[in-house]
């Protein structure tokens, strides 16, 4: 009876554990804008190397994960925190124009800047009008 | 799958934080205690995170692509107070979706505990995180006495 009681405990403690990693992951702020040939998303990961950067992406959407890496001497107790974990986490749903397999991304001080290019079919072409 | 770096601490000091400020939230609608006369709201350029121990008091400002030599750092006896300015070039042949980062001057003052010594700041700046470590003052720390 004490051990069915004990699984029970640890059991929803697991769960509990999760939700609350589920709801504590820090949004990246992002600038998202397009040009004639690509799309670019740039977000702020301050503290996140490029070792602990995860960008993921395939044909439905762009996923951007890191972890901070913070230089803190242990014992230390919080005083103040904007802060309060240190996961980035945020997706997107990209369109089949975008070409996936050629994404590029670059990391420094803390932003990070995804290029996504447009099929060459789909880049804007400007179009000229003949006056007669 | 990943380890929490703050959490992975023994304190699992940001946790214990913000699990303490949301049950006094539940429990009497806001926050209880008085916030601090320079305290600013909610999701104000940079964030930042303080912490410390017996010796020093650490200041982190989360701040991606910072110039570092552009910043304003100066201390006056406990009161720490930070200011810079963030530009971002818009692109001018894009169209811009969203623009959430922020863009202009910023500044924050810090009030850090009365023992530290102003005379012994060290200021880093990687990754995007502005780390300033303030000494505490010797006499202040806690002493271990032996019994005889």
Redesign the interface.
Same mark, same amino acid.
């Given at each position: 009876m004490k051990t069915n009681q004990d699984v029970a405990t640890s059991e929803s403690a697991a769960v509990e554990k999760k939700t #609350? /990693?589920r709801e =504590?992951v820090l949004v990246p702020?992002?600038?998202?804008?397009?040009?004639?040939h690509q799309i =670019?998303v &740039?977000a /702020?990961?301050?503290?996140?190397?490029k070792d602990k950067l995860n960008v993921q992406a395939d044909r439905n959407g762009l996923l951007i994960e890191g972890?901070?890496?913070?230089?803190?001497?242990?014992?230390?107790?919080?005083?103040?925190?904007?802060? &309060? =974990? =240190? #996961?980035y986490r945020r997706c997107f749903v990209l369109s089949g124009e975008l070409e996936t397999e050629r994404i590029e991304a670059s990391l420094?001080?803390?932003?990070l800047t995804v290029r996504i290019p447009k099929r060459v079919e789909f880049r804007t072409r400007k179009i000229k009008v003949n006056v007669p | 799958m990943? @380890?929490?770096?703050? !959490?992975g601490?023994?304190?699992d000091? $940001? *946790?214990?934080?913000?699990r303490l400020e949301s049950e006094m939230g539940q429990l009497f609608g806001h926050s209880p205690w008085p916030a601090g006369i320079r305290a600013v709201q909610?999701g104000?350029f940079?964030?930042?995170?303080? !912490?410390?121990?017996a010796?020093?008091?650490?200041v982190?400002l $989360?701040?991606? !692509?910072?110039d570092a030599k552009k910043l304003d750092l100066s201390i006056q006896q406990n009161l720490l107070s930070v200011s810079g300015s963030r530009r971002?070039e818009a692109?001018e042949?894009? *169209?811009?979706?969203?623009? @959430?980062?922020?863009d202009g001057d910023f500044r924050r003052v810090?009030t850090l505990?009365d023992d530290v010594d102003p005379e012994r700041v060290d200021a880093k700046?990687?990754? !995007?995180?502005l780390?300033i470590t303030i000494q505490r003052r010797e006499a202040t720390r806690p002493r271990q006495i032996t019994v005889s």
């Amino acid at each position: 009876m004490k051990t069915n009681q004990d699984v029970a405990t640890s059991e929803s403690a697991a769960v509990e554990k999760k939700t #609350r /990693e589920r709801e =504590t992951v820090l949004v990246p702020a992002v600038d998202i804008f397009e040009d004639a040939h690509q799309i =670019t998303v &740039q977000a /702020e990961m301050p503290g996140v190397s490029k070792d602990k950067l995860n960008v993921q992406a395939d044909r439905n959407g762009l996923l951007i994960e890191g972890d901070m890496e913070i230089d803190m001497s242990t014992g230390m107790a919080a005083l103040y925190a904007d802060l &309060q =974990t =240190t #996961r980035y986490r945020r997706c997107f749903v990209l369109s089949g124009e975008l070409e996936t397999e050629r994404i590029e991304a670059s990391l420094k001080d803390g932003l990070l800047t995804v290029r996504i290019p447009k099929r060459v079919e789909f880049r804007t072409r400007k179009i000229k009008v003949n006056v007669p | 799958m990943f @380890e929490n770096y703050f !959490g992975g601490l023994d304190t699992d000091l $940001f *946790e214990q934080f913000r699990r303490l400020e949301s049950e006094m939230g539940q429990l009497f609608g806001h926050s209880p205690w008085p916030a601090g006369i320079r305290a600013v709201q909610r999701g104000t350029f940079p964030p930042i995170n303080v !912490g410390a121990t017996a010796e020093r008091v650490d200041v982190y400002l $989360f701040a991606a !692509g910072l110039d570092a030599k552009k910043l304003d750092l100066s201390i006056q006896q406990n009161l720490l107070s930070v200011s810079g300015s963030r530009r971002i070039e818009a692109n001018e042949n894009a *169209e811009y979706y969203r623009r @959430e980062r922020y863009d202009g001057d910023f500044r924050r003052v810090i009030t850090l505990p009365d023992d530290v010594d102003p005379e012994r700041v060290d200021a880093k700046y990687r990754d !995007g995180v502005l780390q300033i470590t303030i000494q505490r003052r010797e006499a202040t720390r806690p002493r271990q006495i032996t019994v005889s």
